[in-house]
């Protein structure tokens, strides 16, 4: 079957590669690009560990198709951090404790730092509904909760 | 020198230090099982059995071998055909056949060949064209029908000598214990209560499916880089499979997305390293979320029978309970845990219980989490919840009246040495939940739980740099920040910040054998190593600073990252830093290491005591969890922060395992829940804030007090909510989960 050349930009540097038409978004990030930091736990789109941003939406990668990322922006969890300062949530992730394995942090910080830039001031509710799309087998959430809604806090606070 | 062998007084054991492997799991760059790659590499594929049961007649391989994109395809014959080291038995053999099918597939998902490729898509399409010829038989996935007369054999002459004479040949194992005159216990007791309880598998759910690259030559020698629990048990257990020598597989643990058990034995890798072997070209296989329910470690079912004698006061007389484990089509399923670890929080002069270990047509049972454990729990303590509401009595009073203590001789066997929990009993007593009042719709549960814990084989090498920092090697994976908690011990020891330790989980080349990291072991064990290597180092500093100042090295005593003499007597020197000994180490003896090899075996057992409060929905079923407290004795709490992740993942795993998770098995005996949507975790938005509260009855076993905190943590939540769950809905739950049509269903039987 013959591949498809695709055009898109990642985490602000154009990229391209050659893929499949079956292979996934989340496929070609990882084995064209080695951007190894969105994961595979599902395949299916329910465990939000391959989430990234498309065009700023908030996409499962494994559920898109490496071909539809033709033309579009990208960001995933290598890019959240600015050069060697890291996002106040990957600070606020570290300090609190909000991993213990760490497999669905990379998903879970790009679905947060998602919601912040949708909703600077969201309650605990609405940031445990918009992380329910992301499983955490380790923690039971709240460590993750606290951090989210700790950055928001600061992050309001400095704005 | 003096080194005081007990510690309770501490710099840095305690505090709350970012982890050192932080940076790299925020930015997406730790290298996790499925992003390792290799110059030259191939992908592979499983195919697995469609059937429960079935013989397979015949595997016609040719078709997938012409494509010009397969480089490699194996089968069982691909291993058998290796010369085995002599004695391939026992687990050894179990692990072969649950890895590549022999004669028979013995479960719906048991591998029966694999393919490597050029690419994952290629390897996948291959799988297709190998034709299986199967003669399907018939097939048991329930436990108390597999051990009926006319259950079909999965497996003759698998149960060994515990087995009692005349029980079906599925029942490969039986454990009796106890002490004292049940019967007697019973005629003493104001109520006797009996009742029956059954709990469905459940799979660990780490968010991370199996994933390997493996590189093996003809020469015998070969590469394994994984996801694992354990690599030296991956070393050991893959070189017996492929007939290789153990110590020629160097394999290197990836970082560890999540485990609970699941990965302490080996599924992909053995399969990777036969194909690399045949292909002669690195091999790298990554199961799909639906191959690691159908085919890797759910836990085992359970169905069980319990009885209980008790005083109108709250005293238990007697306490007997039989408990039959499923766990897959090979032995292993853990009754005898379940049997010792169900009446464990009680002091009963009268106690008696057995357990089976059953085979079905199911994967091969894998450790959860205190395998074993939260199933008795959730039947012992739902009779005694329901004993307390038959006789008025406060259910933590009645857990306190009868709570065993040091010097207890437990359900299983022996005393107990210094314990917690009628300290958590008292502090759950105490806590503001348990008098906070509910709302209507609402009950509160309690529970107790137990588990052993575990020591196992340890090795640890703490090495000095000339700077004064220190490089530490461990050999447990880190699963859930230990790399913080070893930098913290070794700092306690060594008196140099928590930032110059560097720790590093070690391959299996550089580095003697360690136990997988299970059995709450890891804080325990490489601590209690961590320790004991840090101070082997201060022996080695302090016979430097000796030799300097010229008097006896048992006139030298370390301080606060110092040596300093250890007395006016001694003479007047300065103290001498860490920084300062290491500068000149290599023109004073060389370099300067500490070492820890053996096995520990004061691991101390571990109690917890949880609160829930949970609210029915009559009209649909669904339970929410509203309130939940944990609390659990740590014996000492080196990193409080992780510690009460511990106690928070436990009990959501607990949450899930009691109302949504199960294993739902068709008429077929194909598994029908295989994806997450089906098989459904707790999410943020289905569990409340957790609280902990972390009790310190040091552990006599530990030099800073340390028990084991992982495991405790699941076995009190299935019991707790079930309680909560009935005593809102106003009929007893006997059958996990209390998934919303079960609690329909039970609420429609109570009228």
Request: aromatic share 6%.
């Amino acid at each position: 079957m013959s591949k498809l050349h695709v055009t898109t930009t990642v985490n602000g540097d154009e990229v391209d590669f050659l893929c499949d038409p079956r292979e996934t978004l989340l496929d070609c990030l990882r084995d064209k690009l080695n951007l190894t930091g969105a994961k595979e736990g599902c395949g299916t789109g329910d465990c939000g560990a391959c989430s990234v941003t498309v065009d700023g939406r908030l996409v499962c990668s494994c559920l898109m198709l490496g071909a539809e990322a033709e033309g579009k922006t990208i960001e995933t969890v290598e890019g959240i951090a600015d050069g060697d300062v890291l996002h106040p949530l990957q600070q606020k992730f570290i300090e609190h404790a909000a991993l213990q394995c760490g497999i669905c942090t990379p998903g879970i910080l790009v679905a947060a730092k998602s919601l912040l830039e949708k909703n600077p001031n969201p309650t605990e509710e609405e940031t445990r509904y918009w992380l329910a799309g992301n499983l955490c087998r380790c923690t039971g959430y709240d460590k993750i909760i606290r951090a989210v809604m700790e950055t928001a806090e600061e992050l309001r606070e400095a704005s | 020198m003096a080194l005081d062998d007990r510690k309770t007084d501490f710099t840095f054991v305690g505090t709350r230090p970012n982890r050192p492997d932080g940076l790299d799991k925020v930015t997406g760059r730790a290298k996790f099982g499925a992003d390792m790659s290799a110059p030259g590499m191939l992908h592979g594929a499983i195919l697995r059995s469609p059937h429960a049961h079935a013989r397979i007649v015949k595997i016609d391989t040719s078709k997938a071998e012409a494509l010009k994109d397969v480089k490699a395809v194996v089968t069982r014959a691909d291993f058998a055909d290796v010369p085995f080291k002599p004695g391939l038995a026992g687990e050894f053999w179990n692990v072969l056949e649950n890895v590549m099918a022999g004669e028979k597939a013995l479960y719906d998902g048991h591998a029966v060949a694999a393919v490597a490729a050029t690419s994952a898509l290629a390897a996948r399409d291959a799988l297709k064209l190998i034709e299986v010829e199967y003669e399907v038989l018939p097939h048991v996935t329930d436990v108390d029908k597999a051990m009926a007369p006319d259950a079909p054999v999965i497996r003759e002459g698998a149960a060994d000598y515990s087995v009692p004479e005349g029980m079906h040949p599925n029942v490969v194992r039986y454990h009796e214990s106890g002490h004292g005159d049940v019967d007697a216990g019973f005629a003493e007791a104001d109520l006797v209560l009996e009742d029956s309880f059954v709990t469905e598998a459940t799979h660990q759910g780490y968010i991370e499916p199996h994933a390997c690259l493996g590189l093996l030559g003809n020469d015998g020698k070969g590469e394994l880089w994984c996801t694992t629990q354990g690599h030296w048990i991956a070393q050991k257990t893959c070189a017996a499979l492929l007939g290789i020598e153990t110590s020629q597989l160097r394999v290197t643990a990836s970082e560890i997305g999540g485990g609970f058990g699941g990965k302490t034995t080996v599924f992909i890798e053995p399969v990777a390293l036969a194909l690399s072997r045949k292909a002669n070209r690195p091999v790298k296989l990554v199961m799909t979320r639906s191959e690691v329910f159908r085919a890797t470690g759910p836990t085992a079912s359970a169905s069980m029978d319990i009885k209980i004698g008790m005083k109108n006061d709250g005293t238990i007389t007697a306490a007997c309970g039989e408990f039959r484990l499923q766990g897959g089509a090979f032995p292993g399923a853990p009754g005898d845990m379940t049997a010792m670890c169900a009446f464990a929080a009680y002091n009963l002069t009268n106690v008696k219980q057995i357990g089976y270990d059953v085979m079905a047509n199911r994967p091969k049972q894998a450790a959860y989490r205190a395998p074993g454990a939260p199933m008795g729990a959730f039947a012992v303590e739902s009779v005694i919840d329901e004993m307390c509401n038959k006789l008025g009595l406060d259910p933590i009073e009645v857990r306190l009246k009868n709570a065993a203590h040091e010097g207890t001789k437990a359900s299983y066997g022996p005393r107990y040495e210094r314990i917690g929990l009628v300290e958590t009993l008292e502090a759950a007593k105490a806590h503001p939940h348990y008098s906070a009042p509910l709302k209507p719709g609402q009950g509160r549960g309690v529970s107790c739980g137990f588990w052993f814990n575990h020591g196992g084989e340890t090795s640890v090498t703490l090495a000095l740099s000339e700077d004064g920092s220190a490089q530490l090697m461990v050999g447990t994976p880190d699963i859930g920040g230990s790399r913080a908690s070893m930098a913290l011990m070794a700092a306690e020891v060594l008196g140099i910040p928590y930032e110059n330790i560097r720790v590093t989980v070690a391959d299996t080349a550089t580095l003697g054998y360690n136990d997988v990291s299970h059995g709450s072991r890891v804080t325990y064990a490489s601590g209690l190593a961590t320790i004991k290597a840090a101070r082997h180092a201060v022996e080695k500093l302090c016979e430097r600073a000796a030799a300097k100042w010229d008097i006896p090295v048992e006139a030298v005593k370390w301080e606060n990252g110092c040596a300093v003499p250890s007395g006016p007597n001694a003479g007047d020197f300065d103290p001498m830093p860490l920084a300062d000994i290491t500068a000149k180490m290599g023109r004073t003896g060389g370099p300067i290491s500490g070492h820890f090899e053996a096995t520990p075996e004061g691991a101390g057992v571990s109690f917890g005591t949880h609160i829930v409060d949970a609210e029915v929905d009559p009209e649909t079923g669904k339970t929410t969890i509203t309130r939940y407290t944990v609390i659990q004795d740590a014996g000492k709490a080196i990193h409080p922060t992780y510690v009460e992740g511990q106690f928070q993942g436990g009990a959501a795993q607990g949450i899930g395992w009691a109302l949504n998770e199960e294993y739902i098995y068709g008429e077929d005996g194909r598994l029908q829940n295989s994806i997450f949507l089906d098989y459904r975790i707790p999410v943020a938005s289905d569990l409340p804030m957790i609280d902990t509260v972390i009790v310190e009855v040091p552990n006599p076993g530990h030099p800073f007090g340390v028990r084991g905190v992982g495991e405790t943590g699941i076995v009190p939540p299935l019991a707790a909510i079930a309680n909560a769950v009935s005593n809102a809905a106003g009929v007893r739950m006997k059958q996990l989960p209390m998934s919303p049509p079960r609690i329909l269903a039970a609420l429609k039987d109570n009228g």
